[in-house]
C-alpha cells in the first residue's frame, strides 16, 4: 500500500484479555515504529524495529508488553492480561534505513479496555 | 534524557493571520527534527523534516527552522486558514538516523472563519 496500515481501527476489549494490533508499513521501509498516545499527551515511545529485529524495546512499559516482526515487514504488538490503564491510541511508524529518515505514521489504533 | 517542549499549548487565532508556533529540546544532539500535524482522532501527517545541518525548511505556507544550539525550533504558517485547524507536534530524532522519534505536547491551533 501507499502508506503505512493499522488493524484494527478501533478496539475494544475486557480487562484481562489478551489482544493482538497490527501495523503493515510502507513497502521497502526497514525500521519500524510503535508509539501510544494517550489523549492530550504527544506520541511515547514503545519498540523500535531495524529488519525482523527489535533494535530498542526500552519504551515497553512492562513484560504484558511485546511485539514481533518475524519477517521484516508486517509487525504485531501484543498485549496481555489488559489493564484500563492500557487505553490509548497505538501508533505504528515506518521510515527507510539511512539517508533521508522521514517518518510516517499511520491512523492509529483507539484502544478501549472495560 | 531528551525533553521537548511546546509553546503554547493551545493557540486561537483568526483567519488570515501569520502565527508561529515553538518547540524547545533539550538535548541538542539531534540528527533531525520533524513537525507534523494531527487532526482529531487521527494520525500523524508529516509536515516537515530538518536536518541537523539545515537551518530551515519550506513546504507552502509553512515553513520551520531550526536553531540546534540553542535547542529551538519555529513552525511559521503564513495566512491561516480554518483547514489549518488541528494540532501540531514536534518531535526530534537522537544523533543517529534511525533511533526513536521523542515528541513534544503539541499545539492545538484554532483557525476562526
Known amino acids: 500500500g501507499a502508506g503505512v496500515s493499522q488493524t484494527p481501527s478501533n478496539k475494544v476489549t475486557e480487562k484481562g484479555k489478551y489482544v493482538e494490533l497490527r501495523c503493515d508499513p510502507i513497502?521497502?521501509?526497514?525500521?519500524l515504529y510503535w508509539y501510544r498516545q494517550s489523549l492530550g499527551q504527544g506520541p511515547e515511545f514503545l519498540i523500535y524495529?531495524?529488519?525482523?529485529?527489535?533494535?530498542?524495546d526500552s519504551g515497553l512499559p512492562n513484560d504484558r508488553f511485546f511485539a514481533v516482526r518475524p519477517e521484516g515487514s508486517v509487525s504485531t504488538l501484543k498485549i496481555q492480561r489488559t489493564e484500563r490503564g492500557d487505553s490509548a491510541v497505538y501508533l505504528c511508524?515506518?521510515?527507510?534505513?539511512?539517508?533521508?529518515?522521514?517518518?510516517?505514521f499511520g491512523q492509529g489504533t483507539r484502544l478501549t479496555v472495560v | 534524557k531528551q525533553e521537548v517542549t511546546q509553546i503554547p499549548a493551545a493557540l486561537s487565532v483568526p483567519e488570515g493571520e501569520n502565527l508561529v508556533l515553538n518547540c524547545s529540546f533539550t538535548?541538542?544532539?539531534?540528527?533531525?527534527l520533524q513537525w507534523f500535524r494531527q487532526d482529531p482522532g487521527k494520525g500523524l501527517t508529516s509536515l516537515l523534516l530538518?536536518?541537523?545541518?539545515?537551518r530551515e525548511q519550506t513546504s507552502g505556507r509553512l515553513n520551520a527552522s531550526l536553531d540546534k544550539s540553542s535547542g529551538r525550533s519555529t513552525l511559521y504558517i503564513a495566512a491561516s486558514q480554518p483547514g489549518d485547524s488541528a494540532t501540531y507536534l514536534c518531535?526530534?530524532?537522537?544523533?543517529?538516523?534511525?533511533?526513536?522519534?521523542?515528541f513534544g505536547k503539541g499545539t492545538r491551533l484554532s483557525v476562526i472563519a
Open positions: 538535548d541538542s544532539a539531534i540528527y533531525n
Open positions: 530538518i536536518q541537523s545541518s539545515q
Open positions: 511508524a515506518s521510515s527507510l534505513t539511512g539517508g533521508y529518515t522521514e517518518a510516517f
Open positions: 518531535a526530534v530524532r537522537r544523533n543517529s538516523g534511525n533511533t526513536p522519534l521523542v
Open positions: 513497502s521497502g521501509h526497514t525500521a
Open positions: 524495529f531495524q529488519g525482523t529485529g527489535a533494535a530498542d
